[in-house]
């Protein structure tokens, strides 16, 4: 049995429609690792089970895990929001222990970014890199602010290799990769919630993750061009 830390990391979401109906998500890390500490749960519908429309590039065995850990935490908010158009308007009020950020914005996007959240403390061995941006959760970030998060996380883990005295990738190779995985996994999730779901809610939310995770690894290819003007004064070789 794994043992959690007694310290946790909380971040709340807050939806309130325009009819008042209002669904509160109390998501709590174990600060140890920066996983999700979820209540036991007995039972779990069947589209939880690991082997229903797995994903192909899945590392793990039913022997050992029975429910996919991703899916088994998107229960609740499925069952919650099951029912809901994707593009209905709500307000979003996110909490954490520094801020509250809130926005007026569709159902897909708030999901969106609260999946986000879940997807890299889930469990699953393939978001686990993403522990770090659940760590510094930036609620409802744009397409730029999730490029430049996750492009400088990837290199201050370069810098950690590198004084470790392991090879640093420079050139992002493997956040390629990383996001290749991803969206192998969106793919196999959305397939999931399409079973198990009568609406679009959480199914049109991962497409909206997926949009980043095709983006990041264009904007490589790319040189990372549109976000060079913010580094003019570290390029600057006359200001040396």
Same mark, same amino acid.
């Given at each position: 049995?794994?043992?959690?830390?007694?310290?946790?990391?909380?971040?709340?979401?807050?939806?309130?429609?325009?009819?008042?109906?209002?669904?509160?998500?109390?998501?709590?890390?174990?600060?140890?690792?920066?996983?999700?500490?979820?209540?036991?749960?007995?039972?779990?519908?069947?589209?939880?089970?690991?082997?229903?429309?797995?994903?192909?590039?899945?590392?793990?065995?039913?022997?050992?895990?029975?429910?996919?850990?991703?899916?088994?935490?998107?229960?609740?908010?499925?069952?919650?929001?099951?029912?809901?158009?994707?593009?209905?308007?709500?307000?979003?009020?996110?909490?954490?222990?520094?801020?509250?950020?809130?926005?007026?914005?569709?159902?897909?996007?708030?999901?969106?970014?609260?999946?986000?959240?879940?997807?890299?403390?889930?469990?699953?061995?393939?978001?686990?890199?993403?522990?770090?941006? !659940?760590?510094?959760? #930036?609620? %409802?970030?744009?397409? *730029?602010?999730?490029?430049?998060?996750?492009? &400088?996380?990837?290199? +201050?883990?370069?810098?950690?290799?590198?004084?470790?005295?392991?090879?640093?990738?420079?050139?992002?190779?493997?956040?390629?990769?990383?996001?290749?995985?991803?969206?192998?996994?969106?793919?196999?999730?959305?397939?999931?919630?399409?079973?198990?779901?009568?609406?679009?809610?959480?199914?049109? !939310?991962?497409?909206? #993750?997926? %949009?980043?995770?095709? *983006?990041?690894?264009?904007?490589?290819?790319? &040189?990372?061009?549109? +976000?060079?003007?913010?580094?003019?004064?570290?390029?600057?070789?006359?200001?040396?």
């Amino acid at each position: 049995r794994r043992i959690l830390s007694l310290k946790t990391w909380d971040i709340e979401y807050s939806f309130t429609q325009k009819n008042g109906i209002q669904e509160d998500f109390h998501l709590r890390l174990d600060e140890a690792n920066l996983e999700l500490i979820r209540d036991p749960v007995h039972a779990l519908p069947p589209w939880t089970y690991l082997e229903f429309h797995q994903c192909p590039n899945c590392t793990l065995t039913i022997q050992n895990h029975f429910y996919c850990p991703l899916a088994s935490n998107l229960v609740d908010i499925l069952q919650r929001f099951d029912g809901i158009v994707s593009f209905n308007e709500v307000h979003v009020r996110v909490t954490t222990r520094e801020r509250s950020i809130s926005q007026n914005t569709t159902v897909q996007k708030g999901v969106s970014s609260m999946i986000g959240l879940v997807f890299a403390t889930c469990g699953c061995p393939h978001t686990a890199f993403f522990k770090p941006m !659940a760590r510094f959760h #930036l609620p %409802l970030a744009n397409e *730029e602010e999730t490029t430049y998060r996750a492009i &400088s996380m990837y290199l +201050l883990a370069q810098y950690f290799l590198n004084r470790e005295g392991q090879d640093a990738d420079l050139e992002l190779k493997k956040l390629i990769r990383i996001y290749k995985n991803i969206r192998i996994i969106n793919t196999a999730v959305a397939e999931r919630l399409r079973a198990a779901s009568e609406t679009d809610s959480l199914v049109n !939310a991962i497409v909206l #993750l997926d %949009l980043y995770a095709q *983006e990041i690894p264009f904007a490589i290819e790319e &040189s990372l061009e549109k +976000l060079r003007y913010l580094f003019t004064a570290f390029l600057d070789r006359e200001g040396k």
